[in-house]
C-alpha cells in the first residue's frame, strides 16, 4: 500500500506560478512511476504529466507542455510539479497518483494509488 498526500495547491493570478507536491509513504517510492492528474468540475479526469522510476523520463499533456514541470526527489519520498505560466484553464483539483509498472501512461486505470487532491484555481 502506498500513501499519497499532495499539498501546495492556492488561488494564484493568471501568469502566476505553484509548485504542487506529493509526498509518499508506504512501499519503496523509487519502484513506482508517478503521475499528475487534474480534474475541473463538470469534466473528467486528464493526465497532466508522468515521471518514471528514477526521474529519467518524462512525458506531458500538451495543455502543459513548456509551462508545467515533473520532477522527484527519492531520498524525500516525493514529486513535484513545478507550474509557471498559469492560465484560468488549469484551474482544478490536481492529484498524484503512483503505478508499479516501469512505463509511462496518461490512462487512470493504470495507476494503482491516488492521493486526496489538491485545489489550484486561477483567477483571469
Known amino acids: 500500500q502506498v500513501q499519497l498526500v499532495e499539498s501546495g495547491g492556492g488561488l494564484v493570478p493568471a501568469g502566476g506560478s505553484l509548485r504542487l507536491s506529493c509526498a509518499a509513504s508506504?512501499?519503496?517510492?523509487?519502484?513506482?512511476?508517478m503521475g499528475w492528474f487534474r480534474q475541473a468540475p463538470g469534466k473528467e479526469r486528464e493526465f497532466v504529466a508522468a515521471?518514471?522510476?528514477?526521474?529519467?523520463?518524462?512525458y506531458y499533456a500538451d495543455s502543459v507542455k513548456g509551462r508545467f514541470t515533473i520532477s522527484r526527489d527519492n531520498a524525500k519520498n516525493t514529486v513535484y510539479l513545478q507550474m509557471n505560466s498559469l492560465k484560468p484553464e488549469d484551474t482544478a483539483v490536481y492529484y498524484c497518483?503512483?503505478?508499479?509498472?516501469?512505463?509511462?501512461?496518461?490512462?487512470?486505470?493504470?495507476?494503482?494509488?491516488w492521493g486526496q487532491g489538491t485545489q489550484v484555481t486561477v483567477s483571469s
Open positions: 497518483a503512483a503505478r508499479s509498472g516501469s512505463s509511462l501512461t496518461i490512462l487512470p486505470s493504470y495507476y494503482d494509488y
Open positions: 508506504g512501499r519503496t517510492f523509487s519502484n513506482y512511476a
Open positions: 515521471i518514471s522510476r528514477r526521474g529519467g523520463s518524462t
